[in-house]
């Protein structure tokens, strides 16, 4: 009985310190991959540099979509933009790897004041909205009010992002498209009018 004990005890004591060596190794993993975004804020390295090299961590899988939004998230304009960016080159590439609260996330960032968040999220947008047709409210609401944005850069990315939203001739069409026949007539750039009326022929056929 005594011998019986002991060895319930001690197969008790091995399995709980596996689980705690797995636990924290886990951890230690997730420290490490975090511990790869630290260039981001390296002064010495281009945007473009650091662009590039977060776009293939991610389009890897050697950076998962939940550690980027958490490391975006927090981080500082420059480098939000910059961490927005990559996602903008990554998912033009692997559009599939994109998950819906990274989808919200970028919706809820044209809300941002700085315009490089705004048109870099649009475009992150247009290049996953096929994925998510029935979940794209607030990413349409807040690209229309970017529609409006002074910044020419601002207004090519929005029209660029609803264009893909309206080919995918969904029942948003009803509404969306007498907005961006509204837009269209206040526009002022012909390549932004372009993007609104190549989306509403397609969407016609």
């Not at 998962?64 to 927005?84: D, H, M, N, R, Y």
């Not at 047709?133 to 992002?161: C, F, M």
């Not at 948003?172 to 026949?181: E, H, M, Q, S, Y």
Request: proline content about 3%; some cysteine.
């Amino acid at each position: 009985m005594f011998a019986g004990n002991n060895y319930f005890y001690y197969t008790y004591k091995i399995n709980s310190t596996n689980q705690e060596n797995s636990l924290l190794s886990n951890g230690f993993k997730k420290q490490d991959k975090m511990e790869q975004l630290t260039f981001l804020n390296d002064k010495q390295l281009k945007p473009k540099d650091k662009t590039e090299r977060l776009s293939q961590l991610l389009v890897s899988g050697k950076i998962s979509i939940e550690q980027w939004s958490e490391f975006a998230g927090s981080a500082k304009e420059a480098v939000k933009a910059t961490c927005i960016e990559a996602m903008e080159f990554a998912s033009k590439e692997k559009p599939g790897m994109v998950s819906l609260a990274c989808m919200n996330f970028v919706a809820e960032c044209l809300t941002e004041k700085a315009p490089r968040i705004k048109w870099e999220s649009a475009r992150v947008i247009g290049n996953v909205a096929h994925i998510f047709p029935d979940k794209l409210n607030k990413a349409v609401e807040n690209l229309l009010i970017n529609t409006a944005h002074p910044g020419t850069v601002v207004r090519w990315s929005a029209a660029y992002a609803l264009g893909q939203i309206i080919k995918l001739k969904t029942a948003k069409n009803k509404d969306l498209i007498p907005a961006v026949t509204i837009i269209i007539e206040k526009e002022e750039k012909n390549s932004i009018k372009k993007i609104y009326l190549d989306a509403l022929k397609k969407a016609e056929k």
